[in-house]
């Protein structure tokens, strides 16, 4: 069975960084895409960002310049630097696995909550 376990949420200030991490087990076989996506109330899920497993990466345009993400393969982690965090960044923070740069693939971890104040 996958799952993915998220961790690093919080409350920060605005101008504050955050690290998230998503550790992934019970692999069969390599996962290629994995990607954060965020929902805050009342809001649908969007994506943040998406990295392959040679390191090509996507970002939503809202956390353009300001996030990054990477993974460790041999680790089966992914990571979310989010730095000069803003208000509007609070929301509910999912790992997910198995989908593209477009969709979000059928593996999601439980969430983990970051809240910016200003």
């Known amino acids: 069975q996958v799952q993915l376990v998220e961790s690093g949420g919080g409350s920060v200030q605005a101008g504050e960084s955050l690290r998230l991490s998503c550790v992934v087990s019970?692999?069969?076989?390599?996962?290629?895409?994995m990607a954060w996506y965020r929902q805050a109330p009342g809001k649908q899920r969007q994506l943040v960002a998406a990295?392959?497993?040679?390191?090509?990466?996507n970002y939503g345009d809202m956390v353009m310049g300001r996030f990054t993400i990477s993974r460790e393969n041999d680790a089966n982690t992914v990571y979310l630097q989010m730095d000069s965090l803003k208000p509007e960044d609070t929301a509910v923070y999912f790992c997910?696995?198995?989908?593209?740069?477009?969709?979000?693939?059928?593996?999601w971890g439980q969430g983990t909550q970051v809240t910016v104040s200003s």
């Open positions: 997910n696995a198995g989908g593209d740069f477009q969709s979000p693939g059928y593996h």
């Open positions: 019970g692999l069969i076989f390599p996962i290629n895409v």
């Open positions: 990295i392959t497993g040679r390191g090509k990466t």
